[in-house]
């Protein structure tokens, strides 16, 4: 699903349990508290897959900096810094 669908899709009810007091004062400072949730959820969700992410593929990164640890940067001599 590409981002904008993803934007688009259909909102649906649920039950969420929330510290009370925080939920008064998120009301009386007129946050949207489905909003503040959704987008709360949202990084929950982006910090899970580069977590996963980075476990599935940490043999492959040890590979490439031990490379380039051993041999430096492919094409190092052509960098202009």
């Known amino acids: 699903?590409?981002?904008?669908?993803?934007?688009?899709?259909?909102?649906?009810?649920?039950?969420?349990?929330?510290?009370?007091?925080l939920l008064?004062?998120?009301?009386?400072l007129g946050?949207?508290?489905?909003?503040?949730?959704?987008?709360?959820?949202?990084?929950?969700?982006?910090l899970h897959k580069q977590e996963k992410w980075l476990k599935e593929n940490?043999?492959?990164?040890a590979s490439s900096n031990a490379y380039v640890e051993a041999n430096g940067l492919p094409l190092a001599r052509h960098r202009q810094f």
């Open 1 to 21: 699903m590409h981002a904008a669908e993803a934007t688009k899709s259909a909102r649906r009810p649920t039950n969420l349990s929330l510290d009370s007091a």
């Open 31 to 46: 946050i949207n508290i489905s909003r503040s949730a959704e987008a709360g959820i949202g990084e929950a969700v982006k």
């Open 24 to 28: 008064n004062e998120a009301k009386a």
């Open 58 to 61: 940490a043999k492959a990164l």
